[in-house]
């Protein structure tokens, strides 16, 4: 397989990189920068990978990296945790993934040898959020868009691609949920937990859909080879969980208690809009078509998934 992944420098491209080198993959990365992600590679794999230069913009450019590539993977967006969002930041975080999405499709449309399979990543961010979520109420991929900065941010980069339909080229679109590993989202949780003084932030009551990198990557590989996995996949644990469960569990397997609470207020005052959004509301997503297309997930279980992170 030759998979070219836009995007490969992040924590997610680069679990998927090494993932896709134990499955003999050749992959080829695009960079700005391509010297600077030779820190990529894992050993003993240089010669099953390659940079290539690539603004992010371009389609002429990077049709000249995907053409005959089996696999495409979008990864390419401006990190949405970093900073305060500003409107300079918010026009940063949609731009970087609606001019990546855009680029893809006009250089797809050049080729007569397009690459077979496309996927475009996204987040569970689409369906909006709210502050709790009953039992027995969940989204689906058949779930409509929601409301808020993120809601619009990802149906902005999904519709970017959308001209690649029907033009020879499978597409599929991965709207991840809070990605669980040695980077991401976790990191900024241990601090305050391994000194003893974690707990949950706001209410507790909101729903974090998580899903273990390792899954996370495997689920991208998985619907690359699987020719009927097309359109939308969410890419989540199909046992979400709570603000409190998530930080219970993660005090548990540390060994550390969780009992200190942000309140809503605090977060609010130093993060703004990004707080409410992305800590204060939640979501509970279910991967109800990447489980009918026959994927088994490693770690569906948070203590299992959690374990797995912090005991390697």
């Given at each position: 397989?030759?998979?070219?992944?836009?995007?490969?420098?992040?924590?997610?491209?680069?679990?998927?990189?090494?993932?896709?080198?134990?499955?003999?993959?050749?992959?080829?990365?695009?960079?700005?920068?391509?010297?600077?992600?030779?820190?990529?590679?894992?050993?003993?794999?240089?010669?099953?990978?390659?940079?290539?230069?690539?603004?992010?913009?371009?389609?002429?450019?990077?049709?000249?990296?995907?053409?005959?590539?089996?696999?495409?993977?979008?990864?390419?967006?401006?990190?949405?945790?970093?900073?305060?969002?500003?409107e300079?930041?918010?026009?940063?975080?949609?731009?970087?993934?609606?001019?990546?999405?855009?680029?893809?499709?006009?250089?797809?449309?050049?080729?007569?040898?397009?690459?077979?399979?496309?996927?475009?990543?996204?987040?569970?961010?689409?369906?909006?959020?709210?502050?709790?979520?009953?039992?027995?109420?969940?989204?689906?991929?058949?779930?409509?868009?929601?409301?808020?900065?993120?809601?619009?941010?990802?149906?902005?980069?999904?519709?970017?691609?959308?001209?690649?339909?029907?033009?020879?080229?499978?597409?599929?679109i991965?709207?991840?949920?809070?990605?669980?590993?040695?980077?991401?989202?976790?990191?900024?949780?241990?601090?305050?937990?391994?000194?003893?003084?974690?707990?949950?932030?706001?209410?507790?009551?909101?729903?974090?859909?998580?899903?273990h990198?390792?899954?996370?990557?495997?689920?991208?590989?998985?619907?690359?080879?699987?020719?009927?996995?097309?359109g939308?996949?969410?890419?989540?644990?199909?046992?979400?969980?709570?603000?409190?469960?998530f930080?219970?569990?993660?005090?548990?397997?540390?060994?550390?208690?969780?009992?200190?609470?942000?309140?809503?207020?605090?977060?609010?005052?130093?993060?703004?809009?990004?707080?409410?959004?992305?800590?204060?509301?939640?979501?509970?997503?279910?991967?109800?078509?990447?489980?009918?297309?026959?994927?088994?997930?490693?770690?569906?279980?948070?203590?299992?998934?959690?374990k797995?992170?912090?005991?390697?």
């Open positions: 397989m030759r998979a070219v992944l836009l995007g490969g420098s992040g924590f997610i491209g680069r679990a998927l990189t090494s993932r896709l080198l134990e499955h003999d993959a050749h992959v080829v990365v695009t960079s700005r920068n391509p010297e600077r992600g030779r820190y990529l590679i894992p050993e003993g794999h240089s010669f099953n990978v390659d940079f290539a230069l690539w603004d992010g913009k371009n389609p002429e450019q990077l049709a000249t990296h995907i053409k005959s590539a089996d696999a495409v993977i979008n990864l390419i967006g401006s990190n949405i945790g970093e900073g305060r969002w500003t300079e930041r918010k026009e940063k975080i949609r731009s970087s993934r609606v001019n990546a999405g855009t680029a893809l499709c006009k250089a797809v449309s050049m080729l007569e040898d397009k690459p077979k399979v496309a996927i475009q990543c996204s987040a569970i961010g689409y369906y909006g959020g709210s502050p709790s979520s009953p039992e027995d109420s969940y989204m689906t991929e058949e779930s409509p868009a929601g409301q808020g900065f993120l809601a619009s941010v990802c149906k902005d980069w999904e519709a970017s691609t959308t001209c690649m339909d029907g033009d020879g080229c499978r597409r599929a991965v709207r991840t949920g809070l990605v669980l590993g040695n980077g991401g989202v976790l990191q900024k949780f241990l601090p305050p937990f391994r000194m003893g003084v974690g707990g949950p932030l706001g209410s507790g009551n909101q729903v974090m859909s998580w899903i990198i390792q899954d996370e990557v495997d689920a991208i590989i998985h619907i690359i080879n699987t020719p009927s996995c097309k939308v996949f969410n890419l989540t644990s199909p046992n979400p969980a709570t603000m409190t469960t930080c219970n569990t993660l005090g548990a397997t540390l060994g550390k208690p969780s009992w200190l609470r942000v309140p809503a207020t605090v977060l609010r005052m130093t993060l703004g809009e990004m707080a409410e959004e992305l800590i204060l509301q939640g979501q509970r997503v279910l991967p109800e078509k990447l489980l009918e297309s026959g994927f088994c997930f490693t770690y569906p279980s948070l203590d299992d998934a959690l797995n992170i912090l005991q390697q």
